[in-house]
């Protein structure tokens, strides 16, 4: 055995004979680990069980979801908006919606799934989950048919709108050239000195795609 192997077993052999010391927690059971465990990927994995219509979905949405939401996914007050904002992203005021925004539809239900309705959070059923699901994708054209069947089996099949908008973060490849360890200490002022604050700098911009603020 190599000197860093033992090092590592005897790190191990501490940490589990101060963890008896204290006498802390217990291991977690498969049926807690599976409570847990309720995320969804984009590929489907994790999907849950069951199938719903839009149409089934928006009586649900209506009794569960509208008060925060709007009746149209169209958000109250300051709740979230979740439909429309199609083609608005390049404007001053990008309305970032599902139909508009969001990369994937596993992250819709992933969400609704994890924590919605606000307040009864995974109270819903699997057909009622997928039938929300389905009316939001209606709300956004991303399903055309209100009757059509939404369920783990079909669910990789929705594309959304704006899925080719999103790239790896690149800065490691493309912004590499500007990285430099040494601070440029040439042709600097002879002192630094504040001449705006934010609070009176108007730094909102005004155009025809957005509303001015005064």
Known sequence: MF????ATVAKEAAKAEAQAQLGLGTPATPEQIA?????????GQGLPPGKGTAARGEA???????????????????WPVLAGGKGTLKADRPEKTIGSYWESASTIIDYVHRAMPFGNAQSLSGDD????????????????????????????SIKMPNANGFYD??????????????????????????????????????????????
């Not at 490849?173 to 002022?189: I, L, P, S």
């Not at 000195?193 to 957005?210: G, M, Q």
């Open 60 to 78: 649900i949405f209506l009794e569960q979801c509208a008060a925060c939401h709007g009746d149209f996914a169209e958000g109250r007050d300051r």
């Open 169 to 214: 973060d690149d800065r490691e490849t493309t912004e590499k050239e500007f990285w430099n360890a040494k601070a440029c200490m040439k042709n600097c002022k002879p002192s630094a000195e504040v001449t705006k604050r934010a609070v009176i700098l108007d730094v909102t911009p005004d155009s025809k795609s957005a509303p001015s603020v005064d």
């Open 35 to 43: 409570g847990w465990d309720i995320d969804v990927r984009p590929d």
């Open 129 to 156: 989950l997928y039938s929300v699901v389905a009316f939001l994708l209606n709300m956004n054209d991303v399903i055309d048919d209100p009757e059509f069947e939404l369920s783990r089996e079909n669910f990789t």
């Open 3 to 6: 000197a860093t192997e033992g």
